[in-house]
């Protein structure tokens, strides 16, 4: 099964191959990523209307591109797959019309497929790693662990009741003078921080679930950074060091407990293969990356970061889970909806709050 995906639902266009051969693990053949960074710049955030109109130029160019690298043709392929949500709704539009075109156009079978479901699949994809395992989703828009339990059967065991973490690394970058995007910026001054000098909150801990918050941490930088510059009447190198550290250790630590306690529910299932899985920008992260595996030892479990490119926004992710969803499920027609929300463990409640990278599920 050769399938190309399509990926759009917040600032990164993408298309990608990517084939399965019976009794294989599946190939990327191609992946083709376009960011738009450049083109919120001045906005300080996503600007969904600007986002959808890019989607709806690029898309294209990302198909013709990822066909060409695999040195391919629309007649090699079996079918579409492409988000179909969550997401900023003009992006995710773009996208399933596009993947809608190209079915129509070639008669090949489409699928549909929820973001959330492209990272939560990506392990298998890149290390081949058995059901059930735990997941962390962590990015600008997203933060949940899910209890993958195969293709279409995910269990939210908890997540962010306001923001995502990549979002608050973004916001926190801003308050201290850090460009954008904010996580890498923060954590190469944290380098020559103090994480110990100022006291800031791990939001959370003090409930035993696996729920999160870190609105409050980035207030907590907001009135720490105004006492230093009332104090000292301006921000040192120094003092922007120690706060990015103290911010990222905070992060690191809430991730790290709340972690402990999902692995502890997942292996509660005794799992064959026990394995704590990431993904999403933040776990690029090194601090963040080492504390998570530090838990996973500890508890004696696999840890699996994919490569980078695996892990942010890509359409790869989006073909493949098409691909494993597709041993259980035949393909949409072209009454396929476009979904701001959706949620992947339909029995929770719907979760807080809605990021500036889209709505979360
Ligand atoms: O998964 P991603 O590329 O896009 C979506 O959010 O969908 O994640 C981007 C987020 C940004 O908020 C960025 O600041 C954060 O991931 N990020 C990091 C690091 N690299 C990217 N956060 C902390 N440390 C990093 N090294
Ligand atoms: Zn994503």
């Not at 942010?312 to 701001?340: H, K, V, W, Y």
Request: glycine residues 10%; hydrophobic residues 40%.
């Amino acid at each position: 099964m050769l399938l190309l995906g399509l990926e759009s639902s917040c600032d990164d266009t993408a298309a990608a191959l990517v084939r399965q051969m019976p009794g294989q693990r599946a190939r990327v053949l191609s992946s083709v990523v376009v960011g738009q960074t450049e083109l919120h710049a001045s906005f300080g955030g996503v600007v969904p209307e600007i986002a959808a109109r890019a989607h709806a130029e690029k898309l294209d160019l990302c198909v013709e591109k990822a066909l060409a690298e695999a040195d391919l043709s629309l007649a090699d392929v079996d079918g579409f797959a492409v988000t179909a949500g969550p997401g900023l709704i003009g992006g995710v539009l773009s996208g399933v019309m596009c993947a809608k075109g190209l079915s129509a156009a070639t008669g090949k079978p489409l699928y549909g497929v929820n973001h959330l479901a492209g990272h939560a699949l990506t392990p298998r994809l890149t290390d081949d790693v058995p059901y059930p395992y735990l997941m962390l989703l962590v990015s600008g828009g997203h933060c949940q662990f899910l209890l993958v339990h195969g293709p279409d059967r995910f269990e939210r065991l908890g997540g962010t009741i306001d923001d995502a973490p990549g979002e608050a690394f973004d916001k926190v970058a801003r308050l201290i003078s850090l460009p954008q995007p904010g996580g890498p910026a923060i954590e190469q001054v944290a380098k020559a921080g103090d994480s110990k000098r100022f006291a800031l909150p791990r939001p959370l801990l003090d409930r035993p679930d696996c729920d999160m918050s870190f609105s409050g941490l980035k207030t907590a930088v907001l009135r720490t950074r105004d006492k230093v510059i009332e104090q000292k009447g301006g921000l040192s190198v120094k003092d922007q060091a120690d706060l990015a550290a103290g911010f990222q250790a905070a992060v690191t630590d809430v991730l790290a407990e709340k972690t402990r306690r999902a692995l502890r529910k997942y292996l509660d299932h005794a799992p064959d293969v026990r394995t704590l899985c990431v993904a999403g920008g933040v776990a690029a992260n090194k601090a963040i990356g080492h504390g998570l595996e530090t838990v996973s030892r500890e508890l004696d479990c696999a840890f699996i970061a994919p490569p980078l490119s695996l892990c942010t926004d890509n359409a790869a992710m989006i073909a493949f889970a098409a691909i494993e969803q597709s041993q259980l499920r035949g393909p949409d027609d072209l009454t396929l909806s476009a979904r701001p929300r959706w949620p992947l463990d339909t029995s929770q409640p719907a979760m807080l709050g809605s990021g500036k990278k889209g709505a979360k599920a």
